[in-house]
């Protein structure tokens, strides 16, 4: 990935495009994995530990922090410790509008194909 020092981002306008674009995909490369979406679908309604989102998604705790760790890193999810609790949360909630709108995309994706089924 390519480093930019802050002078470039203030004088450079490709720089910051590229970077801009850059962090697009990282947010989107971070959302990309079935059981990423599925942790955040678990945390649509709230702040869960981790040790309630293992059994509830069927996960094994290296799996699943190994996803977390990924979700946290790129800003998507927050976390703090309680205790021996590590719990979690959404950052944004604009999120599940990504999340939405790609649902939306598949949908109609699916239908598309389908349509070309009944038509053969």
């Known amino acids: 990935m390519s480093r930019y020092s802050y002078s470039q981002l203030l004088t450079d306008g490709s720089a910051m495009k ?17 059981n990423r979406i599925r942790i955040l679908e678990s945390l649509k309604n709230g702040v ?4 309630e989102i293992a059994p509830e998604l069927d996960l094994e705790q290296s799996n699943l922090s190994r996803h977390l760790k990924i ?12 205790g021996l609790r590590v719990n979690y949360k959404v ?29 053969a």
């Open 91 to 119: 950052a944004d909630k604009r999120i599940f509008d990504i999340l939405a709108i790609s649902g939306d995309v598949a949908r109609k994706q699916a239908e598309a194909r389908i349509e070309v089924l009944e038509e």
């Open 18 to 34: 590229k970077t801009q674009e850059e962090l697009k995909a990282n947010i989107l490369t971070a959302l990309a994995h079935p």
């Open 71 to 82: 979700l946290v890193q790129e800003g998507i999810l927050v976390s703090w410790k309680e």
């Open 48 to 51: 869960k530990c981790n040790c």
